[in-house]
């Protein structure tokens, strides 16, 4: 039962254009969602948040938006750079605590082509 | 102010045998949790912990699985008599408290690799 969806396994997005990376949930009792940036053999590291109170979250070239009626939320970045080819995972969790217990996607690989 | 230190990076253990995983949360961190990757799955909660005590431990398997986050020392997860099913890339990650909007910080890893 995947909670927490990612459904393009993969992305390519030419260097300087807008990334938008989706993710959709099904568990409406999520309340903060959460991006994460992985490169291969590292661990996550967090990118930004949103609480289910608001609907955009913006930070730097970082913009998360989320549309609670539709359960979907994506990630924006712009202009997108080379460094930024990683794989991106959506995250969730439930309650009013925030980062426990977080519900991963199975991820998007963003290629940022030159 | 060093990062969470996870290791050993890989690890390799034959069927049956025990697996120990370390994990030493960043300092002023008193909350951790472990989590497993599979291939080409995302990350899957297993056990939250604080000093002492483990708060929820519903991503656990029953079995050969167990945790601990000691007064002093690193948190363990410990695997006992490993299958192949259990290789995996075990991630640890703490935070300093337990309130909205605290990142947790994750670790680099540890693979594991039963043969």
């Known amino acids: 039962d995947q909670q927490v969806k990612q459904n393009s396994p993969s992305l390519s997005v030419q260097e300087g254009r807008i990334s938008i990376l989706n993710c959709d949930y099904t568990?409406?009792?999520?309340?903060?969602f959460l991006w994460y940036k992985k490169y291969p053999a590292e661990g996550p590291t967090f990118l930004i948040s949103i609480s289910s109170i608001k609907d955009k979250n913006e930070d730097g070239r970082f913009t998360v938006f989320l549309n609670k009626s539709a359960k979907h939320l994506s990630l924006h970045i712009v202009p997108s750079q080379p460094g930024d080819s990683a794989v991106y995972f959506c995250a969730a969790s439930a309650g009013s605590f925030g980062n426990e217990k977080l519900t991963f996607g199975t991820g998007t690989r963003l290629t940022i082509i030159p | 102010n060093a990062g969470v230190m996870q290791n050993p990076r890989h690890l390799v253990r034959r069927r049956g045998q025990e697996a120990r995983l370390r994990c030493s949360p960043m300092k002023g961190h008193s909350h951790v949790y472990w989590y497993r990757q599979l291939p080409e799955e995302g990350l899957k909660f297993m056990v939250y912990l604080q000093k002492e005590n483990i708060i929820d431990e519903s991503g656990m398997p029953k079995e050969r699985f167990s945790a601990e986050f000691p007064k002093e020392g690193p948190s363990i997860l410990r695997i006992q008599q490993v299958v192949r099913g259990d290789s995996a890339a075990y991630f640890c990650?703490?935070?300093?408290?337990?309130?909205?909007?605290?990142?947790?910080?994750f670790g680099q890893g540890t693979r594991l690799t039963v043969v």
């Open positions: 990650a703490s935070s300093p408290r337990r309130e909205p909007g605290t990142e947790a910080f």
């Open positions: 568990n409406s009792m999520f309340d903060y």
